[in-house]
């Protein structure tokens, strides 16, 4: 996992470089400044008098001297702590000592940790009693500044307010910034241009460290202030893939940079001290970035995980990244939750719902009597509430976990030390158990848990994690008594993840910790109400005045975790596994322009072949094209074996073209207005065409004339849609009608038989309408950007979406009938789940998509200017352009073998397209 393998890379660095100093050894919100080459001098003025050669280090809160020799501990002196400071020979001690250097400085203290003793990593040693270190500086003359220094800092850490010890190191802070700037001959070129710098501090895992950034036309640096842990950090523009702007602290100061596509680790991670800088940086990077890749919305991911091109495990490190979580914050570390529920049997059913913790409530809401007793306190508590005095995720929930691979960051956490032993992460089962049962622990997991490093289980540091009650010593993790060894507890985990139980209900975890039941009402329903300081907007700390008050709020809202940025305000959709359907027209037997013999029919075709075709969508290529209209084309239909094509226009006509003699055969006129749209009855003997005279007309083939008029409605008919002997007419008189109709050559007369079943009522006109593959559902699009999704079994809305700025152009339900895919004038394409109603993907182009067919996954669209675009809805980018008509596609059709595509446009030609294999 991320935190692992940034560890490791630490780890290997610091072995590389032989130094055993890092910014964990500084307490929390500590700055280190600077660092001399010096000598502790020990016995200072005494017979047997030992120089341990080594660095000084200045810190805002303490002063540190890391020997270079791995055998002497690292001594760390808190400045709190100390008595006096001072050159060697002025504080008032060793005055029979005459030759005292002027390099020297002398501090004299109460209290002094031992840190790193031969390089191992365990507790602090601590030394009480009045003490005097003496520091031999290799360059004397630079004493007196640094005596000052001390001197400064030390009245910062003896000043009775923290609000006022903090005030003043950020000013002692501020200023050293403000007397130092980037370093340009750190520029990787001489022609390198400048286009902004400001100061911001690096973030890493507990740990800020100040410094300055600067960005060019091809490289973003950071210098730190203190040359730590290299002169200059540097990122090449060209090799960044993705930026995120974050909050810090629950205010919006942060940046972080990917130069992965899909690593949970970044680049780097700056905190600023101004919104404005890391806005400025943001749009820089976005602007002069060629290959940057835009921030992704939830809801593009959404797609691609219910399709099925997103693992869970992916989906929710996805969803952790977009709601503020990153590995460098350990109070917004990524959460995942608990799966499993049996942490006791010899083997693991994932057959079994009953093996799996229910998804659907928060973990302190899982055990009922415990629950009850959160209840009663909540209800007596005053305003404002909350049902959990802790967090599911904080920085000692992720260190819990992480003590055997992480145990510098567990003791900079703990100033110094571990927990206790009993209280250590010992056993799977024991912290499950805790997580239900213990009036205080409601945390959820880390993603280490789903992952393949297994290091966070084993001790194999050999650390000293100190004795139980029972007597045994705190060593690996006690695996469950169906893991065979942490490897098989990690794959088996990844399992239950990844398995039908998980997938059907990790929705309702996700509505909990990323969705509409994190706040409000639906989060008191659902038992999942936290302490306000966790949450975004909890508290505005820019408006406490009161330092102290400012400086406590800040500690609290970074020790005791955050809830992560909501990403949903409506349910979450279910993940589907897809699969493609598609409701067949039969071919009459007795049809003369049935297949003829040795063609392929669309029963012998395979769900692989369609898949095939739409994987080469792209390769379109022109076969030929025809002008048989006046006007616009507004209608496309085709018999069966793909012989007539019928077309409709806004020059009022019908037209029947014949595909193989490439003749028109015929042109019907059934009014002087505008016909809308144009399908084929089953058995390809009837024509239906809707007008904008309001009448929807009746054409027979084989008779050759106009067989019935259905007045249905009092304005514009804009779609027709027909299934299993029902008529569907949209119109923009507000309404779309449902009829009931047998076609007459099944019937003994020659007039069709039609009664309105029903009649959904809209508030302004109805531009396009269709089915789902059953016939159950029916969308509409309207003139004021709205998509309505209808239960025709019941004739109700199930959603209404305001989803376009403008009147919607062409609606589909995707061949599963899981999603809706609307486009508009506004130039969206927009994904809506069906079942939740929500919008979980929008591509945006710069001109109107005025119709498209779609496979569930890929759109081919007709646009404004004539192009046909491919988009790839989970890529979320238009993957093709191909040029077509010279003015807007209005209409589109695909034959049942995906094989065939015919476009109509505004240039008055339909055209033939085929698909290149």
């Not at 500044?145 to 001390?150: F, N, P, R």
């Not at 073209?657 to 006129?669: A, D, H, N, P, V």
Request: hydrophobic share 35%; charged share 25%; glycine share 6%.
């Amino acid at each position: 996992m991320a935190f692992i393998r940034k560890k490791r890379r630490e780890q290997q660095l610091q072995l590389y470089s032989k130094e055993r100093f890092s910014l964990l050894l500084l307490n929390l919100e500590e700055y280190y400044f600077e660092q001399h080459t010096a000598n502790h001098i020990q016995n200072k003025g005494g017979q047997y008098e030992r120089k341990i050669r080594g660095s000084l280090k200045i810190c805002s809160k303490s002063v540190i001297f890391e020997p270079d020799v791995i055998s002497q501990p690292i001594i760390k002196i808190p400045l709190r702590d100390c008595i006096k400071i001072g050159k060697h020979g002025e504080n008032g001690s060793n005055r029979h000592f005459a030759k005292a250097k002027s390099g020297e400085i002398s501090l004299i203290f109460s209290q002094v940790y031992f840190i790193k003793e031969h390089n191992i990593v365990a507790p602090y040693k601590i030394e009480r009693g009045k003490m005097e270190y003496v520091f031999e500086l290799d360059v004397s003359g630079k004493v007196e500044d640094v005596v000052e220094t001390l001197l400064q800092l030390h009245r910062a850490s003896r000043l009775d307010k923290l609000g006022d010890q903090t005030a003043m190191i950020t000013a002692i802070l501020q200023s050293r910034l403000a007397r130092t700037s980037f370093d340009k001959n750190r520029f990787q070129s001489v022609s390198e241009k400048l286009h902004m710098e400001c100061k911001a501090e690096m973030v890493t895992p507990l740990v800020t460290n100040p410094g300055h950034v600067c960005i060019t036309d091809t490289n973003l640096y950071f210098q730190p202030l203190n040359g730590y842990p290299k002169p200059v950090v540097q990122i090449t523009l060209q090799d960044v893939r993705r930026i995120y702007k974050r909050r810090h602290g629950l205010m919006p100061l942060g940046l972080e940079v990917f130069c992965t596509e899909d690593d949970l680790c970044s680049d780097i991670y700056l905190k600023f001290y101004e919104p404005q800088d890391r806005d400025d940086l943001y749009f820089y990077i976005a602007t002069y970035l060629e290959h940057h890749v835009a921030e992704r919305t939830a809801e593009s991911y959404t797609l691609q995980w219910q399709r099925g091109h997103l693992s869970n495990y992916q989906y929710l490190l996805h969803l952790n990244n977009l709601a503020d979580r990153s590995c460098n914050d350990l109070s917004q570390y990524p959460v995942f939750p608990w799966i499993i529920n049996d942490y006791c049997s010899t083997e693991l059913d994932l057959s079994n719902p009953g093996t799996f913790r229910d998804l659907s409530r928060p973990v302190g809401a899982l055990n009922k009597e415990r629950l009850e007793r959160l209840l009663t306190r909540y209800q007596e508590m005053p305003e404002p509430k909350f049902m959990y005095g802790s967090h599911y995720s904080s920085p000692g929930y992720v260190l819990f976990y992480l003590v055997r691979i992480a145990p510098e960051y567990m003791l900079c956490l703990q100033n110094g030390r571990f927990d206790n032993a009993d209280r250590m992460f010992n056993s799977i089962a024991e912290t499950w158990k805790n997580c239900l049962d213990g009036a205080t622990d409601f945390k959820e997991l880390i993603p280490e848990f789903y992952g393949d490093d297994v290091s966070f289980l084993v001790n194999s540091l050999k650390l000293d994690l100190g004795k139980r009650q029972g007597g045994q010593m705190v060593d690996d993790v006690e695996l469950p008594p169906w893991a065979r060894s942490p490897e098989d507890f990690l794959q088996k985990s990844k399992d239950a993840l990844e398995s039908s139980y998980a997938s059907e209900h990790l929705h309702e975890w996700i509505d909990l910790i990323f969705g509409y039941k994190q706040k409000g009402s639906d989060a008191v329903e659902a038992h999942n109400v936290f302490h306000p300081l966790t949450y975004e907007g909890g508290v505005d700390l820019n408006s406490i005045e009161d330092p102290d008050e400012k400086v406590a709020m800040l500690t609290q809202i970074l020790e005791f975790g955050q809830t992560p940025k909501q990403l949903f305000v409506t349910p979450h959709p279910r993940r589907i596994t897809p699969k493609l359907k598609t409701v067949t027209q039969a071919c009459s037997p007795d049809d003369p322009t049935a297949d003829s013999p040795g063609e392929e029919s669309f029963e012998d075709l395979t769900e692989e072949s369609k898949s095939l075709a739409w994987n080469n969508i792209t390769k379109l290529q022109l076969q030929e094209q025809y002008k048989i209209h006046k006007e616009a084309v507004t209608g496309i239909a085709v018999s069966c074996n793909g012989s007539s094509v019928f077309t409709t226009s806004q020059d009022s006509t019908l037209k029947m073209f014949s595909k193989e003699s490439k003749m028109l055969q015929r042109s019907i006129s059934f009014s002087n207005m505008a016909l809308s749209s144009c399908l084929l009855l089953p058995g390809d003997a009837t024509v239906i065409s809707s007008s904008w005279d309001n009448n929807v007309y009746f054409y027979s083939i084989a008779f050759a004339r106009r067989q019935d008029t259905l007045m249905g409605h009092d304005d514009a008919v804009s779609k027709i849609c027909w299934h299993d002997n029902r008529l569907y007419s949209a119109s923009w008189d507000s309404t779309v009608k449902v009829w009931s109709g047998v076609p007459a050559e099944m019937t003994c007369t020659r007039r069709q038989q039609f009664d309105m079943l029903a009649e959904l009522e809209h508030d302004v006109s109805v531009d396009t309408i269709s089915l789902n593959a059953a016939s159950t559902l029916l969308v509409s699009g309207t003139k004021e950007g709205t998509v309505n999704i209808w239960d025709l079994t019941t004739a109700t809305i199930l959603h209404q979406i305001p989803c376009h700025s403008g009147t919607v152009c062409d609606t589909a339900f995707s061949p599963d009938s899981r999603h809706v895919l609307s486009t508009g004038k506004d130039g969206c394409l927009n994904v809506i789940d069906v079942q939740t109603g929500m919008l979980i993907s929008s591509l945006t182009s710069d001109e109107t998509q005025r119709c498209f067919i779609w496979d569930g996954n890929s759109v081919l669209s007709g646009s404004q200017s004539g192009e046909l675009l491919v988009w790839d809805l989970l890529g979320g980018k238009i993957s093709e352009r191909i040029q077509g008509h010279a003015g807007a596609v209005t209409c589109i059709w695909m034959n049942e073998q995906c094989s065939s595509i015919i476009t109509g446009g505004e240039d008055r030609q339909i055209m033939f397209w085929k698909l290149q294999y």
